[in-house]
């Protein structure tokens, strides 16, 4: 008898399975290959062992065929999560999510203190991430939380874990909220159960999340260190200056503005060293100066400020040189149309720059790049940016369409740095990348059309409408969603079709015998809690809603509290930064060690399955 006509029993196939998920997650928490890799090994090894020990139905058909084993690449929810990650890439491109927050944190600041303005900011964040990725919703979050704590004269250790905890609890909120809710449901039509709509758990989730929103608000920011020093040195390093030129226009928003007590309040996070009005220099302190058309400003302000600013004025800061007079209009679109890009250059040693001027050097017209800052370490410039004459060392700060800033490494009197080039947010599309968004959410919410359905044609608009190109697009999707989504399906449809969910959901069952359907609810929602802090939370949904089916089939209860008890406690991956994404994302900013998210998530996990114990029975019936 050949292995390949070897039939062994279920059991066999089960206890493989159950060692190949503990190895998998070994092999995650471990991380000693990278998480594509390990998941599509994952994938591999189901299809070859699947091969040779096949699990035989009563009609004498295997039932875990490569094409079920596979099909996890081509999921409704993978497929709604991709689109939606190309959906919030393209509000955060056309920075959208970036002027909605800074809007709210001016909102704040004039209103009311640390307390009333972090409670709105949150709040926000949480309503956000309801609709929208949590990830990008974080990354906009994130320099806003600290401007915030620099204005109170707060550590932004105390505020970014609970800006992470905040974007988690909103995604427990609607079906689209969160990839692990999406799972959740894809497993439930995958095993011919009523799936969830849209707001199906929405009272149960904003439940959890109004107590979440108090204990981060309240708790949190007690049980999590004050790392300040660490934070000015980091902010340091990141907040070097650049010189900078603005030009006022006859229809700048500045002109009329005064300086008063020689702070000039219009230039919120740049630093006014002089202003060129003809061939008078205006010196500090500037009590006298108010601001008129033709005025150039020379301000010192960091890569992050001249970023926003140039997204909404981008003229202002283009240096006008004489030649500009004689340059064809196309050259002045060159920097205002289209794609572009920021990076920042170096003066090389020996470079031909040096002791040259700008202007002198006619750099916009051998590069097609316009230089809109230089930041010399030892010294900080009062002179017309196209004055200056540049040392080697210097570094630029240039906007150009990519490929005009791709070919500066061939220019060899300058270097380009690496990890610079940062594309800027396209505010011109931003009306049309809201209204696809709310489109988006308008079709789903009120069910006209599958979820995954709109999510796809949302994604397809954006690159429709200009918003973002196809090659954007597709920077969008993250292989790590894409393999771990499908290694976590192609092993849930292993653990079902095995028995394996049944062994546990029966076992589990037993040793709490007698117990009510409620205790058994509140028990299995500690497990999968527990779990979600070791594995991704993409794997606890998947592997758990089997076991929370079988458990309400062997109780003779509706499945749904069950399956929202996964949803809820699958996304409680609050004490570990390996659960979510969201936690590695403030794990650096904040200067967080790993016990930190134990200190501040473990007192949050515990509080929500009291929450959920004590509400959830009673809403469901139980």
């Known amino acids: ?16 399975i159950f060692a190949l998920i503990i190895g998998a997650l070994a092999f995650y928490v ?71 927050a800074a809007m709210v944190l001016d909102f704040c600041g004039e209103r ?67 990839s692990t809710n999406l799972l959740v449901n894809s497993a439930l039509i995958e095993m011919q159960v009523t799936p969830f709509g849209f707001f199906d758990f929405s009272v149960p989730g904003v439940v959890m999340a109004s107590v979440g929103l108090l204990y981060v608000l309240f708790i949190a920011p007690l049980l999590l260190p004050d790392r300040t020093g660490m934070v000015d040195e980091y902010t340091d390093g990141q907040g070097r200056q650049f010189i900078a030129q603005m030009t006022l226009s006859d229809d700048s928003e500045l002109i009329g503005h005064d300086a ?110 316009i230089v809109l800052g230089v930041q010399r370490r030892s010294r900080m410039f009062r002179s017309r940016l196209t004055d200056i004459r540049l040392e080697a060392g210097d570094v630029l700060l240039v906007q ?22 940062q594309e800027l947010p396209a505010l011109t599309h931003a009306k049309r990348a809201l209204l696809i968004f709310l489109g988006v959410v308008g079709f789903a919410a009120t069910g006209l059309l599958p979820i995954v359905v709109t999510a796809l044609c949302g994604a397809a608009a954006m690159v429709v409408v200009g918003v973002m190109n196809v090659r954007q697009a597709f920077q969008a999707v993250d292989p790590k969603v894409v393999t771990t989504i499908a290694a976590a399906l192609a092993l849930g449809v292993a653990l079902q079709e095995t028995g394996g ?33 070791l594995i991704s939370t ?21 499945v749904e509290p069950f399956a929202v008890a996964v949803i809820f406690a699958a ?11 969201t936690n590695l994302l403030v794990m650096g900013p904040g200067h967080y060690r790993f016990g930190d998210f134990a200190r501040a998530g473990l007192p949050l996990i515990f509080l929500l399955w009291v929450v959920f114990s004590l509400f959830a029975p009673g809403y469901y019936g139980l």
């Open 400 to 421: 150009g369409q990519p490929a005009d800033v791709t070919h500066l490494r061939a220019f060899r009197d300058v270097v380009v740095l690496e990890g610079s080039a």
């Open 260 to 369: 008063l007590g020689g702070h000039f309040a219009a230039l919120p996070g740049k630093t006014l060293r002089t202003v060129y009005r003809g061939d008078e220099a205006i010196l500090p302190p500037f009590e006298d100066y108010r601001a008129r058309a033709g005025d150039v400003l020379v301000v010192a302000a960091t890569r992050q400020v001249l970023t926003k600013s140039l997204s909404s004025d981008p003229g202002t800061f283009h240096p006008k040189l004489e030649s500009d007079d004689d340059a064809p209009p196309s050259e002045g679109e060159r920097w205002t149309a289209g794609e572009q890009v920021l990076a920042e250059v170096m003066v090389a040693p020996g470079s031909r720059l040096t002791g040259l001027t700008l202007l002198q050097i006619g750099f916009r017209y051998k590069t097609h790049c």
């Open 538 to 558: 993409k794997t606890s949904a998947v592997l758990f809603t089997p076991i929370a089916v079988d458990i309400a089939r062997q109780l003779g209860v509706p």
């Open 1 to 16: 008898m050949t292995i390949a006509e070897l039939n062994i029993g279920g059991s066999f196939q089960m206890w493989m």
């Open 571 to 581: 996304n409680c991956s609050f004490a570990s930064p390996l659960g979510y994404q």
């Open 30 to 100: 471990r991380e000693r290959a990278s998480m594509e890799l390990t998941s599509l090994g994952i994938v591999c090894v189901l299809l070859v062992f699947f091969h040779f020990f096949p699990v035989i139905s009563d009609t004498g058909k295997s039932v875990v065929t490569p094409v079920r084993i596979l099909q996890g690449f081509a999921n409704p929810a993978l497929i709604t999560v991709l689109a939606l990650l190309v959906i919030g890439q393209g509000m955060v491109r056309t920075g959208v999510l970036d002027r909605a």
């Open 501 to 533: 969910a049944g062994y546990l959901a029966g076992h589990l069952v037993a040793a709490l015998e007698g117990a009510s359907p409620a205790v058994m609810l509140s028990f299995f929602f500690l497990l999968v809690a527990g779990a979600s802090n």
């Open 112 to 178: 009311g203190g640390l307390l009333f303005a972090l409670l709105i900011l949150l709040l926000v964040a949480i309503v956000i991430s309801a609709f929208l990725n949590n990830i990008p919703v974080v990354v906009i979050f994130i320099p806003i939380m600290q401007a915030l704590a620099h204005r109170f004269g707060r550590s932004p250790s105390k505020l970014l874990i609970p800006l992470s905890f905040a974007a988690v609890l909103g995604g427990m909120t609607t079906l689209i909220g969160s």
